[in-house]
């Protein structure tokens, strides 16, 4: 198992050139295979409605980079106006401290933090570039992507032939089951992640609307596009506008106010959008998914980031219904297993041994 893993980990990163537009074209592939069926049953011959497929697709994904491009130039606008507000603001504080407390702030101290902090005001924008920018390369990997996808659509029933001819006749049920259960939790796990995606900007940008402060849309699409990242990108999504809200209001109040919306909103998300939305499709469990997050990122940078998760529900598929892998889905899933599981567990193992 060490050796596999080693070799698993190296060809994953030393093949990211040909393994990330393949793994991308699977996902997108899958998430697409309800709509193409859907037009051929209607009586759309299969390259049509692949075709079909893709160009609804590629709509929809046109009109978001539009919009979302659309709100970083606007704010890209008032980077200078807001960077020169922060310098002032920073030697206000310095003066508040020397004059009431005799406090006073190192000059080449206050240099780097300047520096420091000024780089934070660009970092939302710059990540919000770079996921934009990712998605963009993604969808346009050396012109291939598309090409992988239509083929991996046309002639996914040779796919399922070759699974199935490599396998024992007895295990056909298991490969079955496999592919379709893979299928329905990446299709959970896109969709549910659009839908919670749309409902988050929505409250963001009303939240930030209500509260004052200006460019409400372009923070709440922000904090949207974020949560590619998940426990993480709602709170990285809060600290611009909150910082923003600083340097542009007399009050700090208005801050305060982004951080407590924001914490209410990702509250909520947690607890009760996304588990109603996805209804507890996509178990796995936080350690699980951190691990993936992190892995990911260091294999594939943001691209890994996004696909981790979906790829390991799906290797959490394969191992649940295989029984001598059956205690490595253990380590990925949510459930509690009790003695009795742990009885089925070894004998579902026994039975495949036999």
């Known amino acids: 198992m060490l050796v596999i893993t080693i070799a698993a980990v190296t060809i994953l990163y030393y093949g990211k050139p040909i393994l990330l537009p393949l793994a991308f074209s699977g996902i997108i592939a899958l998430l697409l295979y309800p709509l193409c069926r859907f037009f051929e049953n209607i009586g759309f011959p299969r390259t049509l409605a692949v075709l079909l497929s893709m160009f609804i697709l590629f709509c929809i994904l046109s009109g978001m ?5 659309t709100q970083i130039y606007r704010f890209e606008d008032e980077l200078p106006d807001l960077k020169e507000r ?14 009431n407390y005799n406090i006073q702030i190192n000059a080449d101290l206050s240099t780097m933090f300047q520096g420091s902090t000024s780089k934070i005001l660009d970092s939302g924008v710059e990540l919000l570039g770079g996921t934009i920018s990712t998605l963009i390369t993604i969808f346009n990997f050396l012109g291939l992507l598309p090409f992988y996808v ?12 070759f699974f199935l001819n490599i396998t024992p006749n007895d295990k056909h049920r298991i490969v079955l089951r496999i592919l379709y259960q893979s299928q329905k939790v990446v299709q959970n796990y896109i969709i549910g992640l659009l839908t919670v995606m749309s409902i988050v900007a929505i409250l963001t940008s009303t939240s930030l609307f209500i509260i004052g402060v200006d460019d409400a849309i372009f923070f709440g699409c922000l904090a949207a596009v974020l949560m590619v990242i998940p426990y993480l990108g709602l709170i990285i999504g809060a600290l611009l506008p909150a910082i923003y809200a600083l340097l542009t209001k007399d009050s700090g109040w208005y801050a305060f106010a982004v951080i407590v919306s924001f914490a209410f909103i990702q509250f909520m998300e947690g607890n009760i959008i996304t588990p109603k939305i996805t209804g507890g499709r996509v178990n796995i469990n936080p350690l699980a998914a951190i691990i993936a997050l992190v892995a990911g990122g260091y294999l594939w940078g943001m691209g890994g980031l996004i696909i981790s998760l979906p790829f390991v529900a799906m290797l959490k598929v394969i191992l649940s219904n295989v029984p001598s892998l059956q205690h490595y889905g253990v380590l990925l899933g949510t459930e509690i297993y009790s003695k009795k599981n742990r009885r089925k567990i070894k004998a579902g193992r026994a039975i495949s041994n036999n």
């Open 65 to 69: 980079v539009v919009l979302l491009s």
């Open 150 to 161: 239509f083929l991996i659509l046309l002639y996914r029933s040779s796919f399922k032939e």
């Open 86 to 99: 922060f310098s002032d603001a920073l030697n206000d504080f310095e003066w508040f401290l020397f004059k």
